[in-house]
C-alpha cells in the first residue's frame, strides 16, 4: 500500500493528512475553510488519491496560513507515499474543461520543484475566499512535493470555474504520474539512476 501520514504543528496551525495513492478517491477534507474543503475534495476525487485532512488555523487573521500549510503537508505525504518512485510514470498532463474554462497541466514528479503559474483571476475573491491562495496551495505542493507543475489558464471568465478547473486539471495529470506503469514496474523513470 503507497500511503502516508503526516502532522505538522506550528504557532498558527495544526495539520494532518493521510493519503493512499493507490484509492478510489475516497475524501473526508475539513480545514475550516469551506470553498478550501470543495477544492480539496475535488483533488482527491479527480486523482483517485484517497485523502483526509484536518487543519486547525489562525481563522482569526485569515486563511492563508491554513491554505499553504495543508499544501506543505499534503506534499510531503505525497513524497512519504510515492517512496523511491520505482514503476511510477513519472510525468502527468490534462487539459480540463468546466463550462466557460480550460485550464492546462503538465507536471514531473522530478525532485526539482518549481511552479509555471499563468492563472489570473477576474475576481479577488470566491466568497469569503482569496483568489490568490490558490497559487500559495500549488507553490505549497509543488516545493514540498518535489513537483515540477505547469498550470495554463487557457480561458475563463468566471473565477469558481477557473479555481476547480485548475484542482481538477492537477488531480489529473497527478492521477497519471502515480500511477504504476505495468511495463516499467521495477524501473525508476529516469536515465539518471536517481530521482
Excluded at 513537483?147 to 469558481?160: A, E, P
Excluded at 476547480?164 to 511495463?183: N, W
Amino acid at each position: 500500500m503507497r500511503t502516508a501520514t503526516i502532522t505538522r504543528k506550528t504557532a498558527e496551525t495544526a495539520i494532518s493528512v493521510t493519503i493512499n495513492l493507490d484509492g478510489t478517491g475516497i475524501y473526508d477534507n475539513k480545514t475550516g475553510v469551506g470553498f478550501f474543503d470543495h477544492m480539496l475534495d475535488q483533488l482527491s476525487r479527480h486523482s483517485l488519491i484517497d485523502m483526509t485532512i484536518r487543519a486547525e488555523g489562525d481563522y482569526h487573521i485569515d486563511d492563508h496560513h491554513t491554505v499553504e500549510d495543508t499544501g506543505i503537508a499534503l506534499g510531503q505525504a505525497l513524497v512519504k507515499a510515492i517512496g523511491d518512485k520505482k514503476g511510477i510514470r513519472r510525468y502527468g498532463h490534462f487539459a480540463l474543461a468546466m463550462d466557460d474554462t480550460q485550464v492546462a497541466t503538465a507536471l514531473d514528479l522530478s525532485a526539482r520543484p518549481w511552479l509555471v503559474w499563468n492563472v489570473d483571476f477576474p475576481t479577488p475573491k470566491i466568497g469569503t475566499f482569496d483568489t490568490e491562495l490558490v497559487r500559495e496551495f500549488f507553490q505549497a505542493l509543488s516545493t514540498n512535493g518535489g513537483i515540477t507543475l505547469h498550470v495554463d489558464k487557457v480561458h475563463g471568465i468566471n473565477s469558481h470555474h477557473i479555481a476547480e478547473a485548475a484542482f481538477k486539471s492537477v488531480a489529473r495529470a497527478l492521477r497519471m504520474a502515480v500511477e504504476i506503469d505495468p511495463r516499467m514496474a521495477q524501473a525508476l523513470p529516469s536515465t539518471k539512476g536517481a530521482l
